[in-house]
């Protein structure tokens, strides 16, 4: 091994043991946060009340605290938590994704119009009066649905660039939806559903149970898969079609997985909460600032940070005022100011 | 015969630019081709590497047809060094230049510690293994050409196909780059280059193939290619030719009146 090699290793090595703390150290806060969200709220719960609940339900401790404690944190608030992780984490991931994709940091998980297909769905399903469980059927559908077409039309069109003939699909399609949801709104009934449609097109976590969680998880994962197996692929998938196709990529059947996954994972999350805006698309770039572009890092630190952000995000929404705040409001009013203020003072390095 | 290009004709889609086209090179070999612009230089390297359909005829890399063979299959014996261009996100030149491995890796793969071997010693090839922990986007034109060639030698091709490595570089820059491209063929990998200065071709390439309106103009060895009469065709111009005192190629520049 010559001189400039072995420091090299050297060097990896250090990288190495930094990376390992920095991801034991964002660990430590996720998990802090997390049993401060199962603390805090309407109805404060002890740490050591907070200790004895989840001990008697998964160590089988005999239970020490009144029902009603045990009710707020793993009927009401756990569901929350654990859905504000999940989502959080898998809109950030699709983010990051689409972003190399379609080599631009301004693309956000709804390029493609899942959001838009999801919430005609979703909108679809409040209009016709069905209950919960069929609007996120319709959500979920309308999502993959919207995004099929798209991708159908891309391959139809078959123009020189193959990118570029998705993401103008993608708005041509999204217009159309847009306007199927605009009209839908204008038909619904002005005291009940048309609150609901508003509601649901701004995001929340507060009627989500551990079942919704338990639906949509093994969807999150099948997605998510691919996307965190081939990360490192994503890197010349980033570099464009052509340069990645002469590296050795087949970017024939890399894309379209890649889509389908980030896909599944972004309708599996707007079915459950509705459309979440601004995580996925904020999330990748605050990543990518800390760790740097490569997905190797890049896809981890997204999914770490979207999961503390939505989690961040949903406390302030049940605690800050006397009513709760829908979280698509929130996200905005949060992460753009805080965008904004990493963009002049950290290292400028955005894209 | 490590490429062969036989009776190709190449464009895209309905579209064809250029016919009749065959020319062959072997290991160690510097080809270089001279063609004006919209000559359709870098259609026929993108047909070459498989990126798009040839429309007629074969390309056989080491006997084989490329349309037949993979794309890693391609990239681990071809390797492309696209013109120096602007990379969207800020990845560092080792990061980049590993990017190279992904013909030698598996698809769930990610590069480990042989690669980023590989990548450093490409690096160290170029003499800008000082860059290795600079950004790719930071760095000037010409030292992003070095790390693009760097990127492509780090997947132990063959063969490197470069489509006009000197065009956005300076003077010191371009000799720099056609200097590599010498001893890149004396240690037994083959070059194929394209260019507007048809003295790059006498400088460095052993043998030049032309394009003129679509065909063939010319396939020979350097100096007996590149003529007067072959750049007048070519690019309309009358151009001397002439052998100085001290350098080892003939100069060549263009008669202004």
Redesign the interface.
């Known amino acids: 091994m010559n001189r ?2 072995a420091v ?2 050297g ?2 090595r250090t990288n190495r043991r930094i990376r390992v703390s920095a991801a034991l150290l964002a660990g430590a806060a996720l998990l802090m946060l997390s049993v401060l969200a199962l603390a805090v709220g309407k109805y404060p719960v002890s740490l050591a009340d907070l200790a004895n609940v989840l001990g008697h339900r998964l160590l089988g401790l005999p239970a020490r605290v009144p029902a009603p404690v045990e009710t707020v944190v793993m009927q009401v608030r756990l569901p929350r938590v654990v859905a504000a992780l999940v989502i959080g984490g898998a809109l950030s991931a699709a983010g990051a994704t689409y972003q ?1 994709l379609f ?3 301004l693309v956000s998980p709804d390029i493609l119009g899942v959001s838009a297909g999801a919430g005609l769905g979703a909108v679809l399903g409040i209009y016709l009066g069905l209950p919960v469980a069929p609007i996120q059927a319709l959500a979920f559908l309308g999502g993959l649905g919207a995004v099929a077409i798209v991708y159908g039309v891309g391959l139809a069109v078959r123009r ?1 660039d193959p990118v570029l003939t998705l993401v103008l699909a993608g708005v041509a399609v999204g217009a159309v939806l847009g306007a199927g949801i605009s009209l839908l709104k204008v038909l619904a009934d002005p005291y009940n559903q048309l609150p609901a449609i508003t509601f649901w097109l701004l995001g929340s976590l507060s009627s989500v149970t551990l079942g919704d969680v338990g639906a949509v998880l093994p969807m999150m994962l099948l997605g998510l898969a691919p996307l965190v ?5 994503m ?2 998938m ?2 464009g079609d ?2 990645a ?6 970017t024939r059947i ?1 894309r379209p997985v890649l889509i389908a996954g980030a896909t599944l994972v972004t309708a599996a999350a707007v079915s459950m909460t509705g459309v979440i805006g601004w995580i996925g698309l904020i999330v990748p770039h605050i990543a ?1 600032l800390l760790v ?3 997905y ?1 890092r890049l896809l981890p630190a997204s999914l770490t940070l979207g999961a503390f952000y939505l989690l961040a995000v949903d406390l302030i929404a049940r605690t800050a005022g006397t009513i709760e705040v829908p979280l698509g409001i929130l996200t905005a009013l949060v992460g753009a100011p805080f965008f904004l203020w990493l963009l002049a003072a950290g290292r400028g ?1 955005v ?1 | 015969m490590l490429l062969r290009v036989e009776d190709v004709a190449y464009g ?1 889609g309905e579209r064809i630019v250029g016919s009749g086209v065959s020319f062959d090179l072997a290991a160690g070999e510097v080809l270089c081709l001279l063609g004006p612009n919209g000559g359709g230089k870098t259609t026929l390297f ?1 047909t070459m ?1 498989g ?1 798009l359909p040839a429309r007629a005829g074969r390309i056989r890399l080491d006997g084989s047809d490329v349309s037949r063979l ?3 299959g ?3 014996a071809m ?2 060094v ?1 013109q120096a261009h602007a ?6 030149v080792r ?1 980049m230049v590993v ?2 491995r ?2 030698r890796l598996g ?5 480990g ?1 042989a690669d ?2 590989s990548a ?2 490409a690096l ?1 090839t170029l003499g800008i ?1 000082h860059l ?2 600079a ?1 790719y ?1 930071e760095i000037s034109g010409g030292e992003r050409q070095l790390v693009l060639i760097a ?1 492509a030698l780090a ?1 132990e091709p063959r063969l490197l196909v470069m489509d006009e490595p000197t065009a956005s570089l300076d003077f010191g820059n371009q000799a720099r780059v056609l200097g590599q491209i010498r001893r890149l063929a004396r240690a037994g990998i083959a070059v194929l280059f394209s260019t507007h200065d048809p003295g790059h071709a006498l400088l460095c390439a052993d043998r030049v193939i032309a394009l003129h309106d679509g065909r063939l103009a010319a396939c020979g060895p350097a100096a007996e290619t590149v003529t007067p009469a072959l750049l007048r065709q070519i690019y309309g111009v009358d151009v001397v030719v002439a052998a100085v005192p001290g350098i080892a190629a003939p100069i060549c520049a263009p008669v202004i009146d």
Do not use: Q
């Not at chain 1, 197996?229 to 692929?233: D, G, K, Y």
């Not at chain 1, 196709?245 to 087949?250: F, N, P």
């Not at chain 2, 990379?87 to 560092?92: D, E, G, Q, S, V």
């Not at chain 2, 698809?107 to 590069?111: G, L, Q, S, V």
């Open positions: 400039e090699t090299a290793a060097a990896t190399g080599r631009n940091p020189h197996l081939l990360r490192w692929r890197n010349l980033s570099l052509e340069e196709r002469a590296l050795g990529v087949e890399l990518r740097g572009p490569d190797r390095r894209g | 895209y993108k590497l990126l993979s794309r890693s391609i990239a681990r390797a492309a696209p990379a969207y996100f800020p990845f560092t990061e990017m190279g992904a013909s698809p769930f793969a990610a590069p510690h980023f071997s450093e010693r160290a293994g290795a922990g950004v986007t990127r997947g």
